[in-house]
T-cell receptor, first 113, second 112 residues
Framework: EPEVTQTPSHQVTQMGQEVILRCVPISNHLYFYWYRQILGQKVEFLVSFYNNEISEKSEIFDDQFSVERPDGSNFTLKIRSTKLEDSAMYFC???????????FGQGTRLTVV | QKEVEQDPGPLSVPEGAIVSLNCTYSNSAFQYFMWYRQYSRKGPELLMYTYSSGNKEDGRFTAQVDKSSKYISLFIRDSQPSDSATYLCAMKEGGGYQKVTFGTGTKLQVIP
């Protein structure tokens, strides 16, 4: 069964460092998303991406965040200068069309120390 | 008022019981309603996806949406210990909006 894959599964970084989280969406999907879940809290939307541009973003997705689809398969989330409060699980998701169900990856646990 | 409210539980039931999980919401623009299951430190796994009001059944799972009351439910019949997880309700506006808004999740434990 097709699935969304994310790497790495766990990333530890020092405050102020840049991190890149990687995702390979399901191959025929066209819409891509990042969500995050701080430990013990709800899953929160960060950004959606379609046709090589951001289509929607939340207030969490500030200038420190960026997304990119560098090739035909990968979808990345970059955090430029990490803060302690960026520690969370980051989930990538994809959908085949605009209003179809989203499939989530297993997440990258980011720990900022 | 929170946009999506969900009782965090935990909810403990004996194996074989019928489980009822619920969410209320305040945004009348929500049109798409989902239930996800999430095991500890794993990604959300889609269980049910419905559009607008009505019922949808899939195996032991039934999703109900009542837009007039802004209330959605997930029923699990013949619950199994493997159903023990956190259940997240989620919803989305129609049109061009892609943001999915999640509830906080209800932790379910099915006791053998």
């Amino acid at each position: 069964e097709p699935e969304v894959t994310q790497t790495p599964s766990h990333q530890v970084t020092q405050m102020g460092q840049e991190v890149i989280l990687r995702c390979v969406p399901i191959s025929n999907h066209l819409y891509f998303y990042w969500y995050r879940q701080i430990l013990g809290q709800k899953v929160e939307f960060l950004v959606s991406f379609y046709n090589n541009e951001i289509s929607e973003k939340s207030e969490i997705f500030d200038d420190q965040f960026s997304v990119e689809r560098p090739d035909g398969s990968n979808f990345t989330l970059k955090i430029r200068s990490t803060k302690l409060e960026d520690s969370a699980m980051y989930f990538c998701a994809s959908t085949i069309a605009r209003n179809t169900e989203a499939f989530f990856g297993q997440g990258t646990r980011l720990t900022v120390v | 008022q929170k946009e999506v409210e969900q009782d965090p539980g935990p909810l403990s039931v004996p194996e074989g019981a019928i489980v009822s999980l619920n969410c209320t919401y305040s945004n009348s623009a929500f049109q798409y309603f989902m239930w996800y299951r999430q095991y500890s430190r794993k990604g959300p796994e889609l269980l049910m996806y419905t559009y607008s009001s009505g019922n949808k059944e899939d195996g032991r799972f039934t999703a109900q949406v009542d837009k007039s009351s802004k209330y959605i439910s997930l029923f699990i019949r013949d619950s199994q210990p493997s159903d023990s997880a956190t259940y997240l309700c989620a919803m989305k506006e129609g049109g061009g909006y892609q943001k999915v808004t999640f509830g906080t999740g209800t932790k379910l434990q099915v006791i053998p």
